[in-house]
């Protein structure tokens, strides 16, 4: 894979590093919010009950993690927001998350395959984040590893039953796999923010976490009776930096109307 890590020129000063860290939480918590209002699309529209109600679970679990973020990103941004502020009044440049989660959910096949994707590098994340000098992201990581380790163990269970199944069920696995690989590069390349991060001791090295994604992914993928495609073809980027599909917008005008509409509501 590319490296493309950009380290800051000059030492920063304790205000750019408190704004370089707030952006790094806010876009953790921006990947969960905005994975949680996908995956809630699937309500009521499961292929089996129990798996509705799975999948309604793991975007609970989601919006949960994202209000822990977000809570804290907006306590490092000076207290002039909060969560809900976070959530619901920001346009779509202003947000940081992965360009694979704003994906549409597809069918069935393509919405494991992008969790599966998603839950291997976020239980690696969280993994390293439970190290971080930073005790809030330290504390907001390990609460949430418990929840992702049950995901990962679901959507890896699903890869392997659903592509080692029927000849249907692997053809589209497969071709969800082939779909959506090109947006999994994003995880690993690090900008400016998560250089910064790193160097404080706030975040991991995402090239360590890679290797460790490779290595899980292929094993699950060659259990599922499927092909990983190549590691270092070309992949999308720009999510994190706020250059986003043209499905993020219409994601946020469902999420966001009725806080748009009636401002200040509430329940």
């Not at 290797?211 to 994190?240: C, F, N, R, Y």
């Amino acid at each position: 894979m590319e490296n493309t890590t950009m380290t800051p020129s000059t030492p920063m000063t304790p205000a750019e590093l408190q704004t370089q860290r707030a952006t790094y939480v806010r876009r953790l918590g921006d990947n969960t919010l905005i994975l949680s209002q996908r995956l809630s699309e699937w309500c009521g529209k499961g292929p089996a009950m129990e798996e509705d109600m799975a999948l309604t679970n793991v975007a609970l679990d989601l919006i949960g993690q994202a209000r822990l973020w977000l809570g804290y990103a907006a306590e490092l941004e000076g207290g002039t927001s909060d969560e809900d502020k976070l959530a619901f009044l920001r346009d779509a440049p202003q947000f940081g998350n992965l360009l694979l989660i704003e994906l549409p959910n597809g069918n069935y096949g393509d919405t494991i395959a992008r969790q599966f994707f998603f839950d291997s590098w976020h239980y690696y994340l969280l993994l390293e984040l439970c190290k971080s000098n930073d005790t809030r992201i330290a504390d907001i990581a390990e609460k949430s590893l418990k929840e992702v380790t049950y995901h990962l163990r679901r959507s890896g269970d699903l890869m392997v039953r659903l592509g080692d199944g029927t000849e249907l069920s692997h053809r589209m696995m497969q071709t969800a796999i082939d779909k959506i690989w090109m947006y999994t590069g994003e995880m690993f390349r690090p900008d400016a923010i998560d250089s910064a991060m790193q160097e404080c001791g706030a975040a991991p090295d995402l090239s360590k976490l890679h290797a460790l994604w490779v290595s899980h992914v292929q094993e699950i993928l060659s259990e599922a009776t499927l092909t990983m495609p190549a590691v270092d073809a070309w992949m999308q980027k720009g999510g994190k930096q706020g250059q986003h599909t043209e499905h993020l917008g219409y994601l946020l005008a469902e999420m966001q109307f009725l806080q748009r509409a009636y401002p200040d509501s509430k329940w």
